[in-house]
DNA sequence: ATTTAGCACTCCATCAAGTCGAGTGCCAGA
DNA sequence: TCTGGCACTCGACTTGATGGAGTGCTAAAT
């Protein structure tokens, strides 16, 4: 060891600057070349020294006994969580989201806007959740009969999103009893959230089952009798809210994400080895391990960062992902990131994700109807 | 020349099999090896005068002086037109395309699983186009107010099928009105294919334009006064029906399709130079010049093949695709295909898409509700 | 007239050897 | 603690040689 105390300011800042020359290069960067671009005057040699250690302590690496160092994960690790300086936005930048996101109509539009944009400006890949659900409001809901027992339901959400789905019901139910239990349901559970719906949902069919059981009537159709009595049940209203059961529970399918620009990733020659290009892309149209990462980067708030193996996953190997969750009304409804390799400029698109998640939450705001 | 006439059986043969040998080898082929294959007793130097004549024709082309040949875009065009002898579906395949699209739930469902079939069964690439709107079905509307002058279009079609629009009205209308509007148009429009409703809508219209500039009134409440009068149609009927073209209109936008299985295509040597794989997928994620591409192929019913250049588009250079149109009803509504390297087993794919196309029309026809 | 054998030739792929340059590690001296 | 110097390593690139696969052409054979 040539130092009393390993990382000091020195080997931290020659480390800064090894990988921000990385990053721009793409080369091994060698001892020269560092003692050039340091103010530190140091020669060469003592620069190698100082490399050592560093490679000592993992944080950088030769490729070959005569090639300069390249960063290592754990090296870039340190760099973007203490060594680095982050760049502002661009303007031009900062412009083109704010146009982009405030001119789109609906939530999952500006999901795709704002892909979109993450990948053309960061020319790299962009990918963004659909908000959750537990947060959007019934708006309306309708069944409509559909061959054999089968409804087709219907709902509206936050103003103007469409959602539908297909149910089996117990038996066959006519128009008007439809029409019937939409009115009933629309009445009740209109402007609630879809979370606290179905859990409405859920204690109104927990308490009809109590109510049934305390009864201890062997008859149901007694039971039946006896509740029809009460005004604050009756059977069709059961029957609409079992149909709502039906229609909310689990409705995770849609858990989706809007991936685009993947094609950019195809211009880093550090994918262009074909296995590996190939498992990438097979995981993004796989989907589940993608969608399970962005999962974990949503409890955290803020801009969260996976450096090559960190994340796990093997396809993301030689890739990052920096990500940010966004946010509508102060709750996290969804992530965003741009994927890219290891070697990017995460000084300019740590900023940039996290300001793409702010608008985007901004644009999703129900109360900003009028643009930003 | 070698023959009086070139192109007779013999070179013909022999052209098959050198396709074939190429098709399963990847590798140039040689004079000997075509000898040795041909039960022709045939020398080697023989070949290589037929050969010659087959390159002057333009069908094979040797990358080098001393390589093989290879078939050239010509050539495969004349082997899958004349030369090929098409092998029948393996069972197990059959098998599987037929459990897959019988347990489909809805059209969307079933092109999803058409496609996902398609690709694994051949390790290439799927694609397939959503069915056609224009035989669909309206089975019920419904009009729902946004903020402002916004209204939000429902409609469903072929029992299950689920379609949202947004569209700006003239003026703000109420719940009730809207109410109206659906039921009206419910009422008369029900049933009828989404190209008959939008022929009729703008007759409709056309008819209450053409009674308006009869009537030569400077006073355009004058008119509305005099044609309330009539009962066949109303004010309210009108804004209804104005509505309705609206929601109608040129809706093409999601005239998409569903491609999967693009990752087989990076095992492909021929395409895995790093610039041709990037346009090709830059293309299917453009989408829009694929679609072009399809069109073409759904006015040829039956299977239509392009082999490399042939498609007139650049990114689908080193690819053949093999289309076949899929008809509900004895209407064609869309387009299935498969698409790889020019050098694939068009003996095997080619049934293989007339098949599925088949059984996918089957699957989407709304009269065997019931699994195929 | 067609087919075949033979021969010269071309071109690619592969390997070995050599050179160059960038960069390192280490040691001795400032 | 830093620096200059030196030997060394390794990859990138070039060159040349070799072998094999395959062709084109011509003259002989069928």
Do not use: W
């Amino acid at each position: 060891m040539s130092n009393t105390q390993v990382l000091n300011g020195r080997s931290l800042q020659l480390l800064k600057m090894l990988i921000e020359r990385y990053i721009s290069d793409g080369q091994p960067v060698g001892s020269r070349a560092l003692a050039k671009d340091s103010d530190l005057n140091l020669s060469p040699a003592t620069i190698r020294n100082v490399m050592a250690d560093l490679e000592d302590l993992g944080l950088v690496h030769s490729p070959h006994t005569s090639a300069g160092r390249v960063p290592t994960v754990s090296g870039y690790r340190l760099f973007v969580d203490s060594l680095l300086t982050v760049k502002p936005l661009e303007s031009k930048d900062l412009t083109l989201l704010h146009q982009g996101l405030s001119l789109s109509e609906d939530a999952h539009d500006a999901v795709g806007v704002a892909s979109r944009l993450l990948s053309e400006l960061t020319q790299m890949a962009g990918v963004v959740t659909l908000p959750k659900r537990e947060l959007v409001c019934l708006r309306h809901i309708e069944f409509l009969s559909l061959s054999h027992n089968r409804v087709l339901v219907i709902f509206v959400t936050n103003e103007q999103e469409v959602h539908n789905k297909i149910i089996h019901t117990s038996r066959i139910f006519s128009a008007a009893e439809l029409q019937q239990a939409a009115n009933y349901l629309n009445s009740i559970y209109s402007g609630l959230s879809l979370d606290a719906v179905r859990k409405a949902v859920l204690k109104e069919l927990q308490g009809d089952q109590e109510r049934i059981t305390n009864l201890s009537a062997t008859d149901v159709h007694l039971a039946e009798r006896a509740r029809a009595g009460k005004p604050e049940i009756s059977q069709g209203m059961l029957d609409a809210v079992k149909m709502a059961q039906l229609a909310f529970q689990q409705d995770r399918e849609k858990d989706d994400y809007v991936l685009t620009g993947e094609t950019n990733l195809m211009g880093f020659s550090e994918l262009s080895n074909m296995e590996r290009l190939k498992s990438l892309f097979e995981a993004f149209s796989q989907k589940q391990g993608v969608i399970h990462l962005l999962d974990q980067c949503m409890k955290a708030d803020g801009v969260q960062i996976f450096i090559g193996e960190e994340s796990g996953y093997r396809a993301f190997d030689h890739c990052s992902l920096v990500t940010s969750s966004y946010s509508v009304s102060d709750e996290v409804v969804g992530v965003l990131g741009v994927i890219g390799p290891t070697r990017m400029a995460y000084e300019k698109i740590i900023p940039f994700v996290d300001v793409t998640a702010k608008l985007l939450g901004a644009a999703l705001n129900p109360k900003s109807t009028t643009p930003l």
